[in-house]
Every structure is written in C-alpha cells, then in structure tokens.
C-alpha cells in the first residue's frame, strides 16, 4: 500500500489519502495503464483534489484541465458567495443587515433553504444559525481556548433555525444579532455543483475530494468501481478502519478528529451542539454516509447530525432517510452500520 499526497503514480493499486479518506483508484483504458488528470487547490479551508479518469471521446489533458479548471471556478465562486468569513459573500450580507431583508442568488437561496429543513428533520440538532456561537470558537488558530462561558451563554441566545426567513429571493434574519455559518452543509453543495460542471465538460469518469466530501462520477475505466477507505480517526492520514465501493456516488465523512484542540486535558471538536454552545457530546469519532451522486449536500448535513446524535440516534434518523446509508466508528473502529451498507472492514 502506498501513501501520497500531491502526486498520482501508476500502479495497479493506490492509495490517496486526503482528509477523511483514502481512495483506492486502479485506472484502465484499452488494457493499458493510464493516470488520470488530477489537479489540487485550496479551497473551504481544505485541500482539494480533482482527478479525471476519462471523458467522451477518450481521455484527453487538454480538455481534461480545462473542465477541471472550469469546477474549479465554480468551486471559488461558490466559496466567495456562501462563506461567513469573506465579508462580501452574500452570507456576510445577511449577517451583517441588522435583521433586514438581503436579496440572494439562486445557490445561497437553495443551500440556506436546505440547512433550515434539516433544522427542521434534526429537531434543532443542526442549526445554520450556530454563527453566533461558532464565532467564538477559533480552531484554527495557533493556540485555541475555550471561549468564556459567559459569551458563549449571550451567543446561544441567538441561535435559533426558525428565525430564517424568506421571501421570494430575498432572505432576513429575525434576530439581528443571529448570525449563519453554513460550514455543515455548503461543502456537500459545492461538491455537487462541481460534479455537474464535469459532466457538462464530458467527463464520465472522475473522482471529485473535499476533504470529507467525495463524489465518484462513473466507476474507473475498466467498468469496475472505485473503492474508498474510511480513515481511522486520530491516525494522521495513515490508517483506515475499512472500504466501501462506489460508482456513481457521494460518500461524506464528518468527524471529531479533524479540527480539535485539547485543554485541560479535555479534547474539543469543531461540532458544536446549537444547545449548550460546546462541542457536541458524542461517543462517536466519525460517521461516514454513502448515497448516490447529486446528494452531496444532502449527506454532508445528514453526516453532521448522525456524529450529534450517536449511533441509536443517528440510525434511527437515516432510517427515515431514503437511499442513504451509514457506517459509524469510535475508539478507532466500525462500531454499527446500517443494513444497506456496502462496508468491508479493515483486518
């Protein structure tokens, strides 16, 4: 087994690894090895991959970077519209109109449309109005702490899904003091949006990685399927705890071990609990669903709520879902899976 990061190599057998999972991609065409035409960027604050593996009319670099440069200009628009951190994306609008109405294009319309229902389905579990709160929290800085309880206390106070409103193409935000962050959902969008870009350039062959977002299109050349490893929590990239084939599919992993900080001996995660204002508590390290291509942003929010609301829980809301399955791990293992999924543990 190999490990990389920035370079594809011809073998018969690979593993990428690249946030929250590892692909294992065999490439055929004619009986003869080919590579695909892979480009990284840096984007939502992940490190993305575009790989081609074929198009109509064969595999050509030409056309092949030119479709993957076209996704990757949807991908930067799509970021400079819906991220809460650029203070001329139309998400910054809404939060800083003081509760007045802000007139939207079509993808903010459908992705704050889609965080409010499943607001609705996760009985407040997932809440697109957590900005306040999240606000607080830098994970990303050299040295993060935990905010003060007394900020996160007046920060909870505004958050509340249901103060999101909406007429026509125009969206408030009836608290003026709420603020948005779509972090747990607009990835799974901007997967799907890149994957229809693709196609639309010919591409029948592909595998599109955000991080925990992967959107297969087609399987590989030779007719068989991609195969992607879930990534063992904790590991740095260099263990899995098992694979799940996938062809025409999203698999969108979210989990307690990418963005953390530890203090006072106490590890807190990125996933925020919209209740108390703190990570989520959870017996779960990831959870990984699989469903098929187009619902990228679908299973990125439903992934979120599953990691909230622990293996019972999380089982019982996928349940309800249509064509949607899910693997959860903990201490470094598969510990439940759903009935339909397609998942070959690691031995």
Not at 57 to 81: S, W
Not at 187 to 205: C, N, P, R
Request: include cysteine.
């Amino acid at each position: 087994m190999i490990r990389i990061k920035r370079q594809t190599i011809k073998l018969s057998l690979l593993f990428i690894i690249i946030a929250t999972v590892i692909i294992t991609q065999t490439a055929c065409h004619n009986t003869k090895d080919v590579e695909p035409i892979s480009k990284e960027g840096f984007y939502l604050d992940t490190v993305c991959k575009l790989s081609v593996y074929d198009m109509k009319g064969g595999l050509d670099a030409d056309r092949a970077n030119k479709a993957i440069d076209k996704a990757y200009n949807r991908c930067r628009e799509l970021e400079n519209t819906l991220s809460n951190t650029i203070d001329s994306s139309e998400v910054s609008r809404i939060n800083n109109a003081g509760g007045n109405w802000v007139t939207v294009g079509k993808d903010t319309l459908k992705v704050v449309k889609a965080g409010v229902k499943y607001g609705e389905l996760s009985d407040g579990d997932f809440d697109i109005t957590i900005g306040s709160v999240s606000g607080l929290w830098n994970f990303q800085a050299e040295n993060p702490q935990v905010p003060d309880s007394s900020k996160i206390s007046e920060a909870l106070k505004h958050v509340n899904y249901k103060n999101v409103q909406f007429d026509g193409n125009k969206i408030r935000l009836a608290d003026p003091q709420a603020k948005l962050d779509l972090g747990g959902i607009a990835k799974g969008y901007v997967a799907d949006e890149i994957t229809k870009v693709l196609e639309q350039e010919g591409v029948t062959s592909a595998v599109i990685n955000l991080g925990g977002n992967i959107v297969t299109i087609g399987g590989k050349p030779d007719g068989s399927d991609f195969v992607i490893g879930i990534e063992k929590p904790f590991t740095d990239r260099t263990e899995i705890i098992g694979t799940t084939k996938a062809e025409d599919q999203t698999v969108v992993t979210s989990g307690i071990y990418e963005r953390q900080f530890k203090q006072g001996g106490k590890i807190y995660h990125h996933v925020l609990s919209s209740r108390t204002g703190y990570p989520a508590e959870t017996k779960l390290e990831a959870v990984s669903l699989v469903a098929k291509k187009g619902r990228s942003m679908d299973v990125d929010a439903m992934s979120t709520i599953c990691l909230m609301k622990g293996v019972d829980g999380g089982k019982a809301f996928i349940k309800k879902q249509k064509g949607v399955e899910a693997v959860f791990s903990a201490e470094g293992k598969e510990v439940a899976k759903t009935k339909g999924m397609k998942f070959e543990p690691e031995k």
